[in-house]
């Protein structure tokens, strides 16, 4: 069964720093895509992130690059956000989820962790 | 980017009705647009792949289609377990973008 647990979510002043992980199971991590989308409290969804199978390949929304970055370790059947100079804007539930090659919608997402900036 | 106008933003229904959410895109996805359901608390879930596809698991009550530029989301019998939000969204190029969702609730 697949399974995506995200972790490292909580609270942190603004200007801070955290790092989410996501472990994952039941499929063969190292052959799809992954990403990050995040919901702020009573909002819509917003795709954050996202990286190739083998991690050669990186997108960042927007608002967040030179701030957060992505990673994988394949090894490890663990995804990464690392998230530098937290603002309160980045308040929210951080959902990790996979993206099949060929259609790329999200098949798969996470319980989610959340995320609250706030001094 | 591609800017989702996903409408109503709500609407209000009973069990048995017939309900209808349109998303439009700002420009062409070709087919691309997928259909996501979310109940409170929960994450989201994958409803409709590929603007018609149906994803494994899911009810046949839920369909998918187009006309013109539109995409819409048929829910043929609105069951009680139904009543949650629904968001389309873009899979043809990053970032991917999300309609601002369509809360369906009980009249």
């Known amino acids: 069964e697949v399974d995506l647990v995200e972790s490292g979510g909580g609270l942190v002043q603004p200007g801070g720093t955290l790092r989410l992980s996501c472990r994952v199971s039941?499929?063969?991590?190292?052959?799809?895509?992954m990403a990050w989308v995040r919901q702020a409290p009573g909002k819509g969804l917003e795709w954050v992130a996202k990286?190739?199978?083998?991690?050669?390949?990186?997108d960042l929304l927007e608002s967040v690059k030179g701030r957060f970055s992505i990673s994988r370790d394949n090894a490890k059947n663990s995804l990464y956000l690392e998230m530098n100079r937290l603002t309160a804007e980045d308040t929210g539930v951080y959902y990790c989820?996979?993206?099949?090659?060929?259609?790329?919608?999200?098949?798969?997402w996470g319980r989610g962790t959340l995320v609250t900036v706030s001094s | 980017d591609i800017q989702m106008t996903q409408f109503p933003s709500s609407l209000s229904a009973s069990v048995g009705d017939l309900v209808t959410i349109t998303c439009r895109p700002s420009?062409?996805?070709?087919?691309?647009l997928n259909w996501y359901q979310q109940s409170p608390g929960k994450a989201p879930k994958l409803l409709i792949y590929?603007?018609?596809n149906l994803q494994s698991g899911v009810s046949s009550r839920f369909t998918g289609s187009r006309s013109g530029t539109d995409f819409i989301l048929t829910i043929s019998s609105l069951q009680p377990e139904d009543f949650a939000t629904y968001y389309c969204?873009?899979?043809?190029?990053?970032?991917?973008?999300f309609g601002g969702g369509t809360r369906v609730e009980m009249k």
């Open positions: 039941g499929f063969s991590f190292s052959r799809f895509p």
């Open positions: 990286i190739k199978q083998d991690g050669s390949e990186r």
């Open positions: 969204q873009q899979s043809y190029s990053t970032p991917r973008t």
């Open positions: 590929a603007a018609s």
């Open positions: 989820v996979r993206e099949p090659v060929g259609w790329f919608y999200f098949d798969y």
């Open positions: 420009e062409s996805v070709s087919t691309y």
